[in-house]
C-alpha cells in the first residue's frame, strides 16, 4: 500500500479566506505551514459572499458601536451564540478591515475617504463595508496575494478523507492527489480545519458544485470532536430560480441592502404583512419564511419564485453598487435588472452548527487539532447576521494563527498509528474495485432531495422522523457505492463526498427533532413558539454504535452587551426611503 509521507509544522484543510488568513499570521509569527485546497489556489467558497463584511466603523453611523454589533449579532442567533466569540469577533474586526485595506483591498470609500458602509439585514446601523458586491472576491484575492508575497506553502487539487491520530492527539491526516490519484500521509505538529461548511446537504444551495459537503464537520465527528446546534441551517432569501444549473445561486443580499423590493405575483409587496417595519431588511430567516410561504400559496411566479426589483434605483446607481448581480441576471435569465425584476426563491447557504472550538484559541478538545471558519459552531448561535462571515474568518484566522504558533514551539510529534493507516487505505482500495453498487451522484442527489423535503425550511415532527427513516435506507447505499476503479474521477470524489453528508444529515435531523421549538433559522410548524427552556445548544459526539446527544446551557451575556440589548437599538427600514 504505497503513499507518499509529508511532514509540515502546521497543516491547514481549506484554503479560504479562514485558511489563508490563519497561514498568514503563522508566516508573521516564523512558523511553517502547508495548506491544502481542493481547487486552484485562490478559488475558494469565500469569493461568493458578495454583500460585505461588519466592522463598526461609524464612518456614515458615528454613533455605531462594536457593542451594538454585537447586540444585534446575539438577537439575529436568539440568544444561543456563545456570547463570548461574539465580543472578540465585534472588537476585534475593525482592525482586520483596516488591515485589508492596508494590504490592498479595494473598499467603497464616501466623498470623505472613509471605507464605506451599507444596510444590511437585521443591522441597527450601516456597518457592512463593501467592494461593489463581490466583496468575497475582493478579500480573497488579497489575502492570496498576500500569501503568496509570503511564500506560503499551498499544495492544491487535494481531497483529505480522514484525520490521524486520536481523541486525545491530533498526528496528521490521509488524503490524496485528485489529479494523480496518488495517496498523501500528512504528519503535523498542528492540524487547523478550515474546510467550509455543510449547506450543501441539502439539493438547492448557494455553494458552487463539489462545495460544503460537511467535510470539516464530519471529519472532525469522526475523530472524537463533538458538533453543536447542526440542526440550524440559515436558508437565503434570494437564490437564483434558473436556469436550472444556477437555481439556488445567491443574488446577494446586497440587493435589499440597496433598496430592492420583494413582490409576490399578484404585484403586492408582501414584507408589509410580514415585517412591516423592517421590510426587506428583516432578519434573513423571517425573510425566508415570508418568501417560502408566498410561493407554497400560490402567489409565487410559474418557476416557483418571488419577484426581487432594484429597477426604481438609478441604472448608474445599480451598475456602480452591484455591477456582479447586473452582469449575472443578464448573461443566465437574459434580464435587466436596472429596468425588469430578479425571479428569487430561497436556497441553502450557510451552516451556523459545526465543530466545537475554544474561540480564544481556536483549539478543539483533541489536543493540536483547530478549526476556525464556517466548520465551527458557536458565533453566529441560530442565525448568522448577514456581513459576518468575512468578519469571522479574518477575525479569527488571525486569533487562531496565533496560538497554533505559539503551540507548536514546544508540541511533540504524535506518531502515525501504520494499521489505520492501511485500514483507511484498505477501505479506499475495496471501493476502488467493486464491480457493481450504487452510483455516489444519485445517492448524493437522494440525501440532498432528502434533507430538502424534510429538513427544510419548514419542519415537522411527522417529517423529520419520516426524512430519518429514509437516511437510514439510504446508508446501505452508501456502503456499496461503486466508482468503476478510477480514483481521479468524479465518482470517487462524489463517494467520498457522500460519507461525509451522510453523518452530518442525521445530526441535523436529530437536533432539528430534539428541539420542539422555533427558533432563528430553525422553524417547526407544530412548535411555532419560542422556548425560554430551549436558550441552550444540542451536542452530538461519535459513539462505537452511533451518536450520543445532550445539551448544554448558553454562558452569561457580558454586562456590556447585555446594556447595548437593553438599550434596543432597530432599523427603520422606512427612512430609508
Given at each position: 500500500?504505497?503513499?507518499?509521507?509529508?511532514?509540515?509544522?502546521?497543516?491547514?484543510?481549506?484554503?479560504?479566506?479562514?485558511g489563508i488568513r490563519t497561514a498568514i499570521e503563522l508566516d508573521k509569527h516564523d512558523t511553517d505551514c502547508l495548506m491544502l485546497g481542493k481547487r486552484e489556489h485562490g478559488d475558494a467558497h469565500t469569493v461568493k459572499a458578495a454583500g460585505g463584511i461588519n466592522a463598526s466603523l461609524g464612518s456614515l453611523d458615528p454613533e455605531d458601536r462594536w457593542d451594538i454589533h454585537a447586540a444585534d449579532?446575539?438577537?439575529?442567533?436568539?440568544?444561543?451564540?456563545?456570547?463570548?466569540?461574539?465580543?472578540?469577533?465585534?472588537?476585534?474586526?475593525?482592525?482586520?478591515?483596516?488591515?485589508?485595506?492596508?494590504?490592498?483591498?479595494?473598499?467603497?470609500?464616501?466623498?470623505?475617504?472613509?471605507?464605506?458602509?451599507?444596510?444590511?439585514?437585521?443591522?441597527?446601523?450601516?456597518?457592512?463595508?463593501?467592494?461593489?458586491?463581490?466583496?468575497?472576491?475582493?478579500?480573497?484575492?488579497?489575502?492570496?496575494?498576500?500569501?503568496?508575497?509570503?511564500?506560503?506553502?499551498?499544495?492544491?487539487?487535494?481531497?483529505?478523507?480522514?484525520?490521524?491520530?486520536?481523541?486525545?492527539?491530533?498526528?496528521?491526516?490521509?488524503?490524496?492527489?485528485?489529479?494523480?490519484?496518488?495517496?498523501?500521509?500528512?504528519?503535523?505538529?498542528?492540524?487547523?480545519?478550515?474546510?467550509?461548511?455543510?449547506?450543501?446537504?441539502?439539493?438547492?444551495?448557494?455553494?458552487?458544485?463539489?462545495?460544503?459537503?460537511?467535510?470539516?464537520?464530519?471529519?472532525?465527528?469522526?475523530?472524537?470532536?463533538?458538533?453543536?446546534?447542526?440542526?440550524?441551517?440559515?436558508?437565503?432569501?434570494?437564490?437564483?430560480?434558473?436556469?436550472?444549473?444556477?437555481?439556488?445561486?445567491?443574488?446577494?443580499?446586497?440587493?435589499?441592502?440597496?433598496?430592492?423590493?420583494?413582490?409576490?405575483?399578484?404585484?403586492?409587496?408582501?414584507?408589509?404583512?410580514?415585517?412591516?417595519?423592517?421590510?426587506?431588511?428583516?432578519?434573513?430567516?423571517?425573510?425566508?419564511?415570508?418568501?417560502?410561504?408566498?410561493?407554497?400559496?400560490?402567489?409565487?411566479?410559474?418557476?416557483?419564485?418571488?419577484?426581487?426589483?432594484?429597477?426604481?434605483?438609478?441604472?448608474?446607481?445599480?451598475?456602480?453598487?452591484?455591477?456582479?448581480?447586473?452582469?449575472?441576471?443578464?448573461?443566465?435569465?437574459?434580464?435587466?435588472?436596472?429596468?425588469?425584476?430578479?425571479?428569487?426563491?430561497?436556497?441553502?447557504?450557510?451552516?451556523?452548527?459545526?465543530?466545537?472550538?475554544?474561540?480564544?484559541?481556536?483549539?478543539?478538545?483533541?489536543?493540536?487539532?483547530?478549526?476556525?471558519?464556517?466548520?465551527?459552531?458557536?458565533?453566529?448561535?441560530?442565525?448568522?447576521?448577514?456581513?459576518?462571515?468575512?468578519?469571522?474568518?479574518?477575525?479569527?484566522?488571525?486569533?487562531?494563527?496565533?496560538?497554533?504558533?505559539?503551540?507548536?514551539?514546544?508540541?511533540?510529534?504524535?506518531?502515525?498509528?501504520?494499521?489505520?493507516?492501511?485500514?483507511?487505505?484498505?477501505?479506499?482500495?475495496?471501493?476502488?474495485?467493486?464491480?457493481?453498487?450504487?452510483?455516489?451522484?444519485?445517492?448524493?442527489?437522494?440525501?440532498?432531495?432528502?434533507?430538502?423535503?424534510?429538513?427544510?425550511?419548514?419542519?415537522?415532527?411527522?417529517?423529520?422522523?419520516?426524512?430519518?427513516?429514509?437516511?437510514?435506507?439510504?446508508?446501505?447505499?452508501?456502503?456499496?457505492?461503486?466508482?468503476?476503479?478510477?480514483?481521479?474521477?468524479?465518482?470517487?470524489?462524489?463517494?467520498?463526498?457522500?460519507?461525509?453528508?451522510?453523518?452530518?444529515?442525521?445530526?441535523?435531523?436529530?437536533?432539528?427533532?430534539?428541539?420542539?421549538?422555533?427558533r432563528a433559522a430553525h422553524y417547526r410548524d407544530d412548535h411555532q413558539d419560542e422556548r425560554e427552556e430551549w436558550e441552550k445548544n444540542i451536542l452530538f459526539k461519535k459513539t462505537d454504535d452511533g451518536m450520543e446527544m445532550w445539551t448544554e446551557d448558553v454562558p452569561p451575556m457580558p454586562r456590556t452587551i447585555k446594556r447595548a440589548v437593553e438599550e434596543g437599538h432597530e432599523l427603520d427600514?422606512?427612512?430609508?426611503?
Amino acid at each position: 500500500m504505497e503513499y507518499t509521507e509529508i511532514e509540515t509544522e502546521v497543516l491547514i484543510i481549506g484554503a479560504g479566506g479562514a485558511g489563508i488568513r490563519t497561514a498568514i499570521e503563522l508566516d508573521k509569527h516564523d512558523t511553517d505551514c502547508l495548506m491544502l485546497g481542493k481547487r486552484e489556489h485562490g478559488d475558494a467558497h469565500t469569493v461568493k459572499a458578495a454583500g460585505g463584511i461588519n466592522a463598526s466603523l461609524g464612518s456614515l453611523d458615528p454613533e455605531d458601536r462594536w457593542d451594538i454589533h454585537a447586540a444585534d449579532t446575539l438577537e439575529e442567533g436568539h440568544f444561543i451564540n456563545q456570547p463570548e466569540a461574539v465580543e472578540m469577533l465585534c472588537k476585534n474586526v475593525p482592525e482586520r478591515v483596516l488591515e485589508l485595506q492596508d494590504w490592498g483591498c479595494d473598499f467603497n470609500l464616501t466623498d470623505d475617504g472613509k471605507i464605506n458602509q451599507r444596510y444590511f439585514g437585521a443591522q441597527s446601523y450601516r456597518r457592512t463595508c463593501f467592494v461593489g458586491d463581490h466583496t468575497g472576491d475582493a478579500i480573497e484575492q488579497t489575502l492570496v496575494d498576500t500569501a503568496k508575497e509570503r511564500d506560503i506553502d499551498y499544495r492544491e487539487n487535494v481531497f483529505i478523507t480522514k484525520l490521524l491520530g486520536s481523541e486525545a492527539k491530533i498526528a496528521g491526516a490521509f488524503g490524496y492527489d485528485m489529479e494523480t490519484g496518488e495517496f498523501l500521509l500528512f504528519k503535523a505538529r498542528a492540524v487547523v480545519l478550515a474546510a467550509g461548511g455543510y449547506s450543501h446537504v441539502y439539493k438547492r444551495s448557494s455553494s458552487r458544485p463539489d462545495e460544503n459537503h460537511g467535510d470539516g464537520p464530519a471529519l472532525a465527528f469522526d475523530i472524537g470532536v463533538p458538533l453543536r446546534d447542526m440542526e440550524m441551517v440559515q436558508f437565503h432569501p434570494t437564490g437564483m430560480v434558473k436556469p436550472e444549473e444556477k437555481a439556488g445561486s445567491l443574488a446577494t443580499e446586497a440587493i435589499r441592502g440597496e433598496g430592492g423590493k420583494l413582490y409576490n405575483s399578484d404585484g403586492e409587496r408582501f414584507m408589509e404583512k410580514y415585517s412591516p417595519k423592517q421590510m426587506e431588511l428583516d432578519a434573513r430567516d423571517v425573510v425566508a419564511r415570508a418568501n417560502y410561504q408566498e410561493i407554497m400559496e400560490g402567489r409565487g411566479t410559474e418557476d416557483g419564485g418571488v419577484l426581487l426589483d432594484i429597477s426604481h434605483k438609478d441604472e448608474e446607481f445599480i451598475k456602480e453598487r452591484l455591477p456582479s448581480m447586473y452582469e449575472k441576471f443578464k448573461e443566465y435569465n437574459n434580464v435587466d435588472i436596472t429596468e425588469e425584476p430578479m425571479e428569487v426563491a430561497p436556497t441553502s447557504h450557510y451552516s451556523m452548527g459545526g465543530v466545537v472550538v475554544d474561540f480564544e484559541t481556536g483549539q478543539t478538545p483533541v489536543e493540536g487539532l483547530f478549526a476556525v471558519g464556517e466548520v465551527t459552531s458557536g458565533l453566529h448561535g441560530g442565525n448568522r447576521l448577514g456581513g459576518n462571515s468575512l468578519a469571522e474568518i479574518v477575525t479569527f484566522g488571525a486569533i487562531t494563527g496565533k496560538h497554533v504558533a505559539s503551540y507548536v514551539e514546544d508540541a511533540p510529534r504524535e506518531i502515525v498509528d501504520e494499521d489505520t493507516v492501511e485500514d483507511h487505505i484498505q477501505d479506499l482500495q475495496t471501493l476502488l474495485e467493486r464491480d457493481e453498487g450504487h452510483d455516489p451522484d444519485d445517492v448524493m442527489h437522494e440525501i440532498q432531495e432528502i434533507m430538502w423535503e424534510h429538513a427544510g425550511i419548514v419542519r415537522t415532527e411527522q417529517r423529520l422522523q419520516e426524512g430519518l427513516e429514509k437516511l437510514e435506507d439510504v446508508e446501505s447505499k452508501v456502503k456499496t457505492m461503486r466508482v468503476d476503479s478510477d480514483i481521479t474521477s468524479r465518482a470517487f470524489e462524489h463517494a467520498m463526498d457522500v460519507q461525509f453528508m451522510l453523518p452530518v444529515a442525521k445530526t441535523i435531523m436529530k437536533g432539528a427533532l430534539e428541539r420542539d421549538e422555533s427558533r432563528a433559522a430553525h422553524y417547526r410548524d407544530d412548535h411555532q413558539d419560542e422556548r425560554e427552556e430551549w436558550e441552550k445548544n444540542i451536542l452530538f459526539k461519535k459513539t462505537d454504535d452511533g451518536m450520543e446527544m445532550w445539551t448544554e446551557d448558553v454562558p452569561p451575556m457580558p454586562r456590556t452587551i447585555k446594556r447595548a440589548v437593553e438599550e434596543g437599538h432597530e432599523l427603520d427600514y422606512h427612512h430609508l426611503e
